[in-house]
């Protein structure tokens, strides 16, 4: 049995969040696994209620639960003069360390290249943007004001675990390939840190073939031949540039999902924002967040040996390619003239 909380957030999060719970459910119930589902409030609710986007009751209740489908927070949500950083805190909070992000084309999907099939391990409580609090700039400082400074944290624990989860995921895919992504030559420390212990993981995993590529490099090498990387492991800020190219190189911000994860809990969480200028009218693409929910299917169901959980989220990777393929019920954005609900029910009768 698992505890699952739902937030919905804003705008197209309330929208395809439901898709997603609509998913999960209709898998559950094919293999028998049992979902406890609890629903909290974040963003403007969260604000409405308790005076936060994500207000500490919420980060309570999560305490309870394995897992968690975490819906798009707008900008509408709280004052623009609010310094409040909402994502952060909660990942150091749940010591939610490894966003782990799938990028993956499709053959009848219009996309800059075929073939792509990678998976980003970002580290997401360290490096620039490694604050303990809750306030937007902490990390950053300007003693006057002809100069700025901005910290970057690297601990080899950090660097260590986040390497881990990327060789354990490219354990189990064909290619068996971890590439670490950094500029050693550059930030000696922070760099050669993060390096140091990749380098000292893949000595644990004789099965995984590991390189290094260079940040700025990378860049360019995954434009021109994504193909030829498997699993990508990266720091905070370096990995919040190449998901987002990872994301262009196959079609968009309507088909990237993530899971951001730590040991014990998972958060699913689309890459993509609460999408204000098609909010409420039924056309958001559902994908990103129903196949999020897929990975924390499967991530818990790796974790705790729950077959029926692993089982539920291949039923529903397979539905969902087959909606793709067949291409009948596909959102504004993939092509389609499907609503967002449509979509989301072709899934669960491809189920
Ligand atoms: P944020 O800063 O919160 O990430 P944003 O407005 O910069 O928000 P998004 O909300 O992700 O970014 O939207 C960027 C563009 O992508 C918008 O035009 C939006 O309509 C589109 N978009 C985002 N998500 C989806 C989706 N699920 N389906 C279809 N279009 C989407």
Redo the contacts with the bound molecule.
């Keep these: 049995m698992l505890n699952i909380g739902v937030l919905l957030g804003d705008d197209?999060g309330l929208e395809?969040v439901p898709e997603a719970v609509k998913v999960m459910k209709a898998a559950a119930a094919k293999t028998g696994l049992q979902i406890v589902w609890s629903e909290h409030a974040i963003g403007k609710r969260g604000h409405e209620l308790h005076g936060h986007t994500f207000p500490l009751q919420t980060q309570a209740e999560l305490e309870k639960t394995d897992g968690w489908l975490c819906g798009?927070i707008?900008?509408n949500a709280y004052p623009r003069n609010d310094p409040t950083w909402i994502m952060p805190p909660v990942r150091k909070r749940f010591e939610l360390y490894a966003n782990i992000k799938p990028v993956k084309s499709y053959p009848n999907i219009p996309s800059v290249h075929k073939n792509v099939d990678i998976v980003f391990l970002r580290e997401v409580t360290e490096g620039l943007q490694s604050s303990d609090t809750v306030v937007a700039g902490a990390g950053e400082f300007r003693p006057n004001d002809a100069i700025s400074i901005g910290t970057r944290v690297v601990t080899r624990r950090g660097a260590n675990r986040v390497a881990r989860a990327a060789f354990e995921i490219a354990r189990s895919r064909p290619r068996k390939t971890v590439t670490a992504l950094h500029k050693e030559p550059v930030y000696r420390l922070v760099c050669g840190m993060f390096a140091e212990e990749c380098r000292k993981v893949a000595k644990e995993f004789p099965d995984v073939h590991f390189n290094e590529v260079l940040i700025d490099g990378f860049m360019m090498k995954a434009v021109m031949n994504p193909r030829q990387y498997d699993v990508v492991v990266t720091t905070n800020q370096f990995g919040d540039i190449v998901t987002d190219l990872g994301a262009g190189l196959v079609g968009g911000?309507?088909l990237a999902p993530g899971l951001v994860c730590g040991d014990h809990q998972a958060m699913a969480q689309?890459t993509?924002?609460?999408?204000?200028?098609?909010a409420g009218k039924n056309m958001?693409?559902?994908y990103?967040l129903i196949m999020s929910g897929q990975m924390l299917l499967e991530w818990l169901g790796r974790k705790r040996g729950d077959t029926k959980a692993v089982e539920a989220a291949m039923w529903i990777e397979r539905a969902m390619e087959r909606v793709i393929a067949e291409q009948r019920q596909l959102?504004a954005?993939l092509g389609g003239t499907a609503s967002t609900t449509q979509m989301g029910d072709a899934v669960v009768s491809a189920l």
């Design positions: 197209i395809v798009p707008g900008h911000l309507g689309a993509h924002g609460s999408a204000p200028d098609i958001a693409n559902p990103a959102t954005d």
